[in-house]
Each structure stands twice: as structure tokens, then as C-alpha cells.
């Protein structure tokens, strides 16, 4: 059976669970590899499963009429894909893609919503999660129309890495410009100046932040007003940084 001791697969969501809710999530939980730009559920399309991210990082993609696209919101270890299943919606009125490749627990969106009609401490849980998840959106609508790209950036990267396990992001340029919905070369050039600054490594498809607190520095209000909502909302979230799901099995 599942665990919840693990360095390596965690999700805060089900870290957070006391042992009994846990036990009853466990026969519906299965662990995934996806990979990048894997597409897990398209806009309109209706929603069969939710993914609780463990190393993966999952984008929600508004996409316009003319095949452009803008990433509202980031899904890592913090949370999960999928709420309008729990507000009585069937289907996503975004595109879930993988942004990062990584593991992720995959569940039914069926048996999710089975649990939150009984379970009052998920459904807590879950609607506190999804108040920040809207934080996260309304802030970076807010942050694309309004700071420069060079802020943007630091926006980005910061969310990023708090929601992966490591400082160091498997992604190419043309996937930030992608997120962003602006051109690769102005993420080349604003990347190019944070890497002057010392702030940043980056190669062919990896960045490596090497100073938060000069990347915070330069990032907008938005990065912190976003933090502070999802630590206000879920503190204990922040406890579980070293316990997590595991996917050993005992005998």
C-alpha cells in the first residue's frame, strides 16, 4: 500500500490528510510519469481525472481563437488539477499540460468527488486550496497586463521552483515565452540579464535560480502577494516539505 514517508514523491494536498482520510484516497491513487507538453485534458474536454503533482509542474492554458496561448496558473506539489469536479462542473475550462516532466499521483475525478461529499476535512481543505488557486490566477492576469517582462520572469521562475522540489527547471525558452504569451526573443534577452546579474544559470533547456533572494528582489509584488495567500490559507501545507506519499509497498 501507499505510504506517507518519502523524500522523492509528495504531494502538500495529501501530505496534509490525516492517516484515516488517507487510507480511504489510497485505493483510488496511482502514480504517473508525464512528460513534457504531454496534454492531460484539453479545454472543454470533460475531466475523467485529477492529478495531485508530486516532480511534475502542470500548466492551465487560456488558448485563443488564433492558436495563441497564456499559462493562468502553475500546479506543482502544492495542489492539484481538476477542481471544477468539485464544484459541480464536468469539464476544464482551460488546456492541462505538462510543463515540467515529473511524477504526479493520478486519481478519478469520479472517487474525488465521491470523498469530498463525505469527507468535511477535504472538502475543507480542498475549497482552501482552490481561494489560493484563484489568488494565482487573478494575480497573474493582473501581472501580464501590468509589469514589464524582465518582472514577469522573476514571477515566473520564483513560482516555479516553489512548486517543484529543486531550483533547477527543465525548460526551454520557447515553453516561457509559451507561458507568458510574449515572443522568445524578449524571454532570451530578459533571461540573458539575469544570468549577467548572477541570478540565473541556463543552458539548452534547463534554468538553474542560484540566488532567490536576489530573483525576489526583482520580481513584483505579485510573486509575494500569491506566496502569502497560499501560506495564510494552507500553513499546514508548509509542514509537510519532508513528509510525503510514498510508492513503496509493505508487507
Not at 89 to 94: D, Q
Request: aromatic share 4%; glycine share 8%.
Amino acid at each position: 500500500m501507499l505510504t506517507l514517508q518519502s523524500d522523492l514523491h509528495g504531494n502538500h494536498l495529501l501530505g496534509a490528510l490525516p492517516a484515516h482520510e488517507w487510507q480511504a484516497l489510497t485505493p483510488h491513487l496511482e502514480l504517473v510519469q508525464l512528460r513534457t507538453e504531454q496534454l492531460l485534458c484539453d479545454s472543454g474536454q470533460r475531466i475523467h481525472h485529477v492529478y495531485f503533482p508530486t516532480t511534475a509542474i502542470i500548466s492551465l492554458l487560456h488558448t485563443m481563437e488564433d492558436g495563441g496561448s497564456v499559462e493562468i496558473a502553475a500546479v506543482g506539489r502544492e495542489g492539484m488539477t481538476g477542481v471544477p469536479v468539485l464544484t459541480g462542473g464536468e469539464t476544464m475550462p482551460t488546456r492541462v499540460q505538462v510543463q515540467c516532466p515529473g511524477f504526479a499521483y493520478r486519481m478519478s475525478a469520479q472517487a474525488l468527488r465521491e470523498q469530498f461529499g463525505r469527507s468535511d476535512f477535504l472538502r475543507r481543505l480542498m475549497l482552501l486550496y482552490m481561494q489560493a488557486l484563484l489568488t494565482q490566477v487573478a494575480q497573474t492576469a493582473a501581472c501580464n497586463r501590468h509589469h514589464s517582462l524582465n518582472k514577469q520572469l522573476c514571477r515566473w521562475l520564483l513560482i516555479e521552483i516553489d512548486r517543484t522540489a529543486s531550483n533547477e527547471l527543465q525548460v526551454t525558452q520557447q515553453l516561457i515565452a509559451d507561458m507568458l504569451g510574449v515572443r522568445r526573443e524578449g524571454v532570451t534577452e530578459a533571461a540573458g540579464k539575469l544570468h549577467d546579474a548572477g541570478l540565473i544559470h541556463h543552458s539548452r533547456g534547463c534554468i538553474k535560480v542560484v540566488d532567490r533572494a536576489g530573483l525576489e528582489a526583482r520580481a513584483c509584488e505579485c510573486y509575494g502577494l500569491v506566496k502569502r495567500e497560499f501560506d495564510r490559507l494552507l500553513p499546514r501545507l508548509r509542514a509537510t516539505e519532508t513528509t510525503h506519499p510514498a510508492t513503496s509497498d509493505e508487507h
